[in-house]
């Protein structure tokens, strides 16, 4: 199993580009099941995730290659409609090869995906839709069977902007008879980035980035080239980084749009960074006053940076209370922090968070993507040499991340 050696004290100074994101190239791929034409995907992250989701499309007939950021897809014959569990149960994000299957073969067999460390998630909105359009869904033996001899276009009315609910329904309602309106859609840039990807491909979708999304069914989809938003979840992190570590360092490939809940906290909290034409460049000296987080859907402050958000107001001057509302029990970075020293009460969905001078280096291990972040930023911040295990959750949603903080001056070494 590998892991990090992190030793902490250094600044981050420099550039890192940020990669393309990985939110929004998994449904992206999976929305290639519309077509059975070619696909180009520009700023393609190779992260695990994507190895997954590539392996998800290989195992129903369809065939990948990679050129450097560049990916090429064509699913020229889906010759299976089941998903083999350990791919499944590997990526609970796959699950958005629903919607997808539905509409061009009209039916799929996936295997639950249960649980997972941050949450329950169930995925009852996400058939709820798939059913409001025609589907039926059977349970058998751990697998979910949904099926449709012809999908109608419905108008759906989600109980909760939920991200995968809102891609699968807008992927099976592409070919669905008539017109097909989600409401209470979620509104996060990786919709509007797959509602896109769709259009370029020949669909007909309005209002992605609003809370109402009308998906007009069409005939048919055709091939394109599409190139893949920048991860904001990533630059937020590396944002993040070197506001915790002090000195200047360009966050660059950015839509800074997509990252104004978390300036706005920084903005808040005494952090200096400049919006630039190629990048976010923050000059920090370490010192910022603590903030209270409140996590929501978008445009609210994304929960994905709430555990880097949290690391970072470790060692804020004051009380920051931070309040996870999107998942229940994602906190588990907050046990591993306080082995690095960290002052921190969790309070139902709050953890109070007393800021304190430093952090002393530890040996602690990553329970999911975020957190495993959270704890390299703490480490970037610690007196010593912290060993952080599990570090293939942090593969997962970082591509080559101790390269790029390598590049910024950190000392960090990944050991096999
Ligand atoms: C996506 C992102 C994830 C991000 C999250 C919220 C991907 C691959 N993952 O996850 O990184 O943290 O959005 O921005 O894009 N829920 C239900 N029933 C459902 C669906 C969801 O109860 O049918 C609940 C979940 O348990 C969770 C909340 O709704 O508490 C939000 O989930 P959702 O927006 O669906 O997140 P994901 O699409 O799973």
Redesign the pocket.
């Known amino acids: 199993m590998s892991k990090f050696l992190v030793t902490g004290g250094k600044e981050l100074n420099g550039k890192v580009d940020v990669s393309g994101a990985k ?1 929004a190239v ?1 449904p992206i791929i999976a929305a290639c099941l519309l077509t059975s034409d070619k696909i180009i995907l520009e700023e393609a992250p190779d992260l695990l995730d994507v190895q997954v989701m590539s392996q998800v499309i290989e195992s129903l007939g369809g065939k990948i290659k990679r050129n450097g950021k560049r990916m090429h897809v064509s699913i020229r014959e889906i010759n299976s409609v089941e998903t083999p569990y350990d791919l499944i149960s590997k990526m ?2 796959s699950i958005v090869i629903m919607g997808p299957m539905l509409a061009r073969k009209g039916r799929v067999r996936i295997s639950h995906p249960g649980g997972c460390a941050i ?8 058939l709820k839709g798939l059913e409001a359009l025609g589907a039926q869904v059977r349970m058998d033996h751990g697998f979910l069977d949904v099926s449709a001899t012809r999908l109608k276009g419905a108008r759906i009315y989600l109980d ?1 902007p ?4 809102t891609e699968n329904i807008m992927m099976a309602a592409v070919y669905a008879e008539g017109q097909t309106i989600i409401e209470n859609a ?1 509104q ?1 840039p ?1 919709i509007v980035d797959l509602a896109n990807f769709i259009n370029e491909m020949g669909g007909k979708i309005r209002g992605a980035g609003t809370n109402i999304i009308t998906i007009e069914g069409v005939r048919e989809l055709h091939g394109t080239t599409h190139t893949v938003i920048p991860d904001r979840i990533e630059a937020g992190t590396f944002i993040l980084m070197a506001a915790a570590c002090g000195g200047e360092v360009l966050v660059s490939n950015v839509i800074s749009a997509h990252l104004k809940p978390l300036l706005a906290k920084l903005d808040e909290a005494g952090v200096i960074f400049k919006e630039e034409d190629d990048g976010i460049r923050v000059i920090s000296k370490g010192n910022y006053s603590a903030v209270d987080v409140k996590t929501q ?1 978008h445009p609210g402050f ?3 940076l709430q555990a880097p958000m949290l690391a970072m107001l470790t060692r804020a001057k004051g009380t920051s209370v931070i309040t996870e509302t ?3 029990n994602r906190f588990m970075h907050v046990e591993e922090l306080k082995r690095m020293g960290a002052d921190i009460k969790i309070e139902g969905r709050s953890a109070i968070v007393q800021g304190i001078d430093s952090m002393y280096a530890a040996p602690v291990a990553a329970s999911d993507l975020r957190a495993g972040a959270a704890l390299v930023l703490a480490s970037l911040t610690a007196k010593g040499t912290s060993e952080i295990r599990e570090i293939h959750h942090i593969e997962r949603g970082y591509e080559d991340i101790e390269l790029k903080l390598k590049g910024l001056g950190a000392e960090i070494i990944k050991v096999e």
């Open positions: 939110n998994l609970r994000a949450g329950s998630r169930p995925i009852n909105w996400h909760f939920s991200v995968g609910a979620a996060e990786e859907v994304p929960t994905d999107v998942f229940e």
